[in-house]
Structures are given as structure tokens and as C-alpha cells.
């Protein structure tokens, strides 16, 4: 019974409060203990509602008492980050990471004391070669051009790059910062699938139009693919690339619905879509349906915006589903100027957990698959890779790259570098930082002005990092760097070099057959370009699966991600 034992207690506490009350000669005793009855009644109260209620088996154990656990449920991720969180704890992303960018964004000291805090003898530790013979690189603003032969306004892209995030799913100070920060920097700024919103133009910054699955921005009134709002849409000179997205790392395959009350003007506006309306973005796209016609449409997204550099943005899911894009743009001769390969560990305002946790090919795995399948269907050379998924150092630079990729992106990354204190309240509207929230009082806590300038420090120092770090390896170039480069410590302490890892295949060998990695020539063998669907049936041996069709569909559940990664509201 002492589980009782506080509720009962405020009954007692209120019953001898009021009797001290009624005998007390001073008035301000009076009103203390009156107050204290009062609010020893009020619990006794929430204990008897408590009591009752049905909802929460440890409210009616434990009366009054449990409440306690909500609110250590609150504060926990608060008690978790100050007092017990070390600095490698990566949760997702570590202290020492955090501190890194928030220091390079501040423009202040960023050298540790004292040496690595990394255990540098446990598997996965990697680490970089460096040379007798070190280079002084002085210029620290990489580029690499991506246009292929068909594209007429080729641009060249730093190697460090604004990852898409909507507006909605940041507020909108959020996004004049980090466009107004790649303005200053001279680099690019991904729109994210929520359209091109007024906080977009506000910097002035270099855009890459992303087309979601519900091709916000440039939709018609059913959510169809509109050519003639792309069109205007793309033709503004602040957008300088088009990225076709078909899936996020985050949550590959994963749709969302934003309800009609959450739909803000400016979102509507962002997005061209009513406000009266729930806003659907499909898991999947309605332009096309197969290879064939999915490079068709690349083309013709070129051919709209002017020319402009197109391609798309993936988490590998079926390493097959890639092949077949790639085959079905040999059979085409339309390209891609560049795909953007996102890894699992990736960043979102809101997911499922299972999508988050266990869909999709985490970064290094995709990217290995990526630059094999070019360079093994003899194609490498005339498309550019893009690649994310927590690249947030200079080493974390320097290894994508020589994994195959041509520049990186970072989303989370540059929200540290706007305030971001990894609360991971984006879904909630409760965002402390003002970040990724709707909320105006919220998003005042950004400060255009100085955050801005803390985008373009983080962008500048980083790179200037990736400069030491490969003057320090020898190298002129990031573009220099090679899976050779770098070491990784296996199982049981032995190292292995990274050109064991990720050693590219021959040039055209999955075209000429030649391909000894059974994994990639298998999987070419059976990719088809005109249909993304697996040539057989792969037996499951387990008879009697069935699926019961519902026969009224009961309304689809509101996501907090309506579009990608759309709008925060609490529901
Ligand atoms: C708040 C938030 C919103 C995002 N919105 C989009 C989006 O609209 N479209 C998209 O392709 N990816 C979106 N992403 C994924 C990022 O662009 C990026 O691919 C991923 O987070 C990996 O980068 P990171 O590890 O640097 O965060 C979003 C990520 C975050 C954190």
C-alpha cells in the first residue's frame, strides 16, 4: 500500500494546512498555508483523477507519485546531453563532433590539447597516410564542374555543400541564414522537396531546385508534374542545379501527408498547393514508372530549366533498381550530370524508426556501389557524384571522397552551424534553438545576421581543414585522394587498406563481362532498363501469405514530415 502513501499524504498535508490556517494570527501565515492547502488539494484531486482513470496503468498504481515519470521522461534527453554524455558518444552526433563545427562556425580556436581521444586499436578506427614529402595548399576553395556534354549552363560546385532541407521543415530564418552563409561562402544550398520559398531568395545564395514526389513548386492543381511551373521555376538565375529526389536516407521509400490546419500561407506558397487541402507526397513518383522513362524525364527537366545541370539524389535500396537506371541510360544516351548518393545514417525532421534504423545502405556501402556500377558500365567520367551522410570533418570530407565521390553535402552539419544544439524536437514545433520549427517567437532565437556569417565560417574552415589534410598526405588536390590513403582497423586489430575496401573494377568491365565481383555482375546481369521490377520471383518457401485488402480505407494517419521532411506542428 505505500504506493498510496503520497497521495494519501496530500490529503493529510491539506486537512493540517487548513487547520494551521484557521488558527494562525498572522495574516501572511494565513495566506501561505491557505495556499498550501490549496495546492495539497489540487493533488489530491489529480490523485482521485488519477485513480480513475484508465488511460495509464502507473497512474492508478502509483497516484500523484507517477507523474514524476513524465517529467523525468521530458528532461532526460537534457540530463543525458549536459551531465552524463561523453565526447564520443555519437547521439547521433558526438560532442566532439558538435564542438568542432560549432567552433569553425564561431571562427574560434578549434585544436584540442592533449591528443586523440579516439581508441585507436578497436575496430573501424580508420585513419589517414600522410607523407614525408607534404605539400603547402594554400587555396582552400575546391570546385568541381558538373555539367556533362548535353548540359548548357555547367556549374562548378564547392566541395562542401547545404544538403536539402525544406522550408517547413526548418523555420524560415533557419533558411535565409544558410542561403544568405552560401552566398558569402560561394557555394550551394539545396531547397529541400518544399519548393522554393521567399526565405530561399532572400540570401541570394546558389540553389539546387529539388523535385520531391509531390513536385512542390511545380505541381498542378492534382499534384502532377507541372513543365510549365518548373519551368519558371527553374529559369531563376539563383538556381543553378536540378536534383530529381527519389529517396532520403533517413527514410527511403517513405511518404508523408501534411493535414490542410498545418498548411501556413507561406508553405502553401512555397509549395503551390491549397491550403484547404491536405498536401500527400507519395512514397514514390507519378512522372514515371520505369528506367526508361525515369532518364526520359531527367532529360526533359534539362531541356526546361535551359540546360542546367541535372540529376538525382538516392539512398541505395536494390542494388539492381540502380543498375537498371544506368542501363537505361546507355539505351538512351540521356545522362545525368550527377547523382547525389545519401547513406542511411542520414538526417530527418521526422521518420518512422524502422525506416530510420534499418532502410537503406549506410553511406560508404551505396557510394561503393555507385562509382563501381559508372565506372564498371564505362560512364564514371561523364557523371559527377554528391554524397551525405554525417560529413561533418575534414576527414569525414577526405574519405567520401576517396570513396568515390566528387563533392559532399552535409544537412546537419550546417544546422549546428545555425544554432542547432541536437534537441531533437524537429517533429515536436519545440525546437529550442529556433531551427526547425515553425513557431515565429521560436525562430527568433536566429539571428540572420550573425548566424549567416557563422554558415559561411563553418563552410570555409572546414575546408581549409580538408587543405592541411591533404598538403599533409602530399596531395594537391582533394580530387587526388584514393581509397590508398586511408587504413581501417578490422576485427581481432589488423588493419586493412582502404583500396582492399573499396578497390573500383575495371573500366567497362560489367558492360565487356568482365566484372569479377559476382555481387555487382550478377545484379547488372538481371537489370533491366525498361522496368525496375525483379525479372523472377524469388520462392519464399513459406505457402499461405496473404494480404487482406481493406475494403474502406480508413484515412491515412497525419505524418509529421508531410513532404519529405515538411512541416513540424504538434499533432
Ligand atoms: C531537418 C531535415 C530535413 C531534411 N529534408 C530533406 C528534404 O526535403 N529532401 C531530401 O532529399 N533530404 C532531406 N533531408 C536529408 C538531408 O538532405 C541529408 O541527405 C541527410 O540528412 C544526410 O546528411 P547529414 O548527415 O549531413 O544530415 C533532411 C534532413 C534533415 C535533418
Not at 522537396?193 to 541570394?204: D, T, V
Not at 548518393?341 to 521518420?351: C, I, K, L, M, P
Not at 560512364?379 to 551522410?389: E, L, N, T
Amino acid at each position: 500500500m505505500e504506493r498510496y502513501s503520497v497521495f494519501a499524504l496530500t490529503a493529510v498535508m491539506a486537512v493540517v494546512f487548513a487547520i494551521l490556517a484557521a488558527f494562525a494570527q498572522i495574516l501572511a501565515w494565513q495566506v501561505i498555508l491557505w495556499i498550501g492547502s490549496a495546492a495539497m488539494l489540487a493533488l489530491f484531486v489529480v490523485g482521485i483523477r488519477d485513480l480513475v482513470q484508465t488511460r495509464h496503468a502507473i497512474l492508478r498504481n502509483y497516484p500523484v507519485i507517477g507523474h514524476m515519470r513524465w517529467l523525468f521522461e521530458g528532461i532526460r534527453p537534457e540530463i543525458r546531453q549536459y551531465l552524463i554524455e561523453s565526447d564520443e558518444d555519437e547521439e547521433p552526433f558526438s560532442r566532439e563532433a558538435r564542438s568542432l563545427v560549432y567552433q569553425r562556425a564561431k571562427n574560434v580556436e578549434d585544436k584540442k590539447p592533449f591528443g586523440t581521444h579516439e581508441h585507436v586499436y578497436d575496430p573501424g578506427y580508420a585513419w589517414m597516410t600522410h607523407s614525408v614529402a607534404t605539400k603547402h595548399v594554400e587555396d582552400w576553395d575546391f570546385r568541381v564542374e558538373v555539367g556533362g556534354p548535353e548540359c548548357r549552363q555547367p556549374y562548378e560546385i564547392s566541395l562542401y555543400n547545404i544538403s536539402a532541407m525544406s522550408f517547413g521543415a526548418l523555420s524560415g530564418n533557419a533558411i535565409t541564414a544558410l542561403n544568405t552563409g552560401a552566398r558569402m561562402g560561394g557555394f550551394a544550398h539545396d531547397t529541400g522537396e518544399g519548393g522554393i520559398s521567399r526565405y530561399h531568395r532572400a540570401g541570394g545564395g546558389d540553389l539546387i531546385f529539388q523535385v520531391g514526389t509531390g513536385y512542390f513548386g511545380c505541381r498542378d492543381k492534382n499534384g502532377n508534374f507541372s513543365p510549365k511551373l518548373f519551368q519558371e521555376q527553374a529559369a531563376d538565375p539563383q538556381v543553378k542545379m536540378i536534383e530529381l529526389k527519389l529517396s532520403q536516407g533517413a527514410k527511403p521509400g517513405h511518404g508523408g501527408m501534411l493535414p490542410a490546419a498545418k498548411i501556413t500561407p507561406e508553405i502553401a506558397e512555397a509549395r503551390h498547393v491549397p491550403m484547404d487541402e491536405d498536401c500527400i507526397s507519395p512514397p514514390s513518383h507519378s512522372a514515371f514508372s520505369t528506367p526508361l522513362e525515369m532518364v526520359d524525364f531527367l532529360g526533359q527537366l534539362r531541356e526546361l530549366s535551359g540546360g542546367k545541370p541535372v540529376g538525382f539524389k538516392l539512398c541505395i535500396g536494390h542494388r539492381r533498381e540502380f543498375m537498371c537506371i544506368v542501363k537505361a541510360m546507355l539505351e538512351t544516351g540521356i545522362y545525368p550530370d550527377f547523382i547525389v548518393v545519401d547513406g542511411s545514417e542520414g538526417g530527418t525532421g521526422a521518420a518512422p524508426l524502422e525506416f530510420s534504423n534499418h532502410m537503406g545502405m549506410p553511406l560508404q556501402d551505396g557510394l561503393a556501389i555507385v562509382h563501381n556500377t559508372l565506372i564498371g558500365a564505362g560512364v564514371r567520367d561523364r557523371i559527377r557524384i554528391g554524397a551525405s551522410g554525417k560529413v561533418v570533418s575534414a576527414f569525414d570530407i577526405c574519405r567520401t571522397m576517396a570513396m568515390g565521390a566528387d563533392w559532399c553535402n552535409s544537412a546537419r552539419g550546417f544546422m549546428f552551424a545555425v544554432g542547432c544544439i541536437q534537441a531533437q524536437a524537429c517533429h515536436t514545433n519545440e525546437c529550442p534553438a529556433g531551427v526547425a520549427t515553425q513557431d515565429k517567437l521560436r525562430q527568433r532565437a536566429v539571428d540572420v545576421t550573425d548566424k549567416s556569417v557563422r554558415v559561411a565560417n563553418f563552410h570555409r574552415n572546414t575546408l581549409k581543414a580538408v587543405a592541411h589534410m591533404i598538403g599533409a598526405a602530399g596531395l594537391e588536390h582533394p580530387g587526388e585522394i584514393s581509397p590508398y590513403h586511408f587504413n581501417f582497423r578490422q576485427k581481432m586489430g589488423e588493419t586493412i587498406e582502404g583500396d582492399l575496401i573499396f578497390n573500383p573494377i575495371p573500366e567497362g568491365s560489367l558492360l565487356d563481362g568482365t566484372c569479377e565481383v559476382e555481387a555487382l555482375m550478377s545484379r547488372w546481369r538481371r537489370a533491366r532498363a525498361d522496368s525496375f521490377e525483379r525479372p523472377e520471383r524469388i520462392a519464399s518457401h513459406r505457402p499461405g501469405h496473404k494480404v487482406r485488402r481493406a475494403v474502406e480505407r480508413a484515412p491515412a494517419e497525419p505524418a509529421a514530415g508531410g513532404g519529405g521532411d515538411a512541416v513540424r506542428a504538434k499533432a
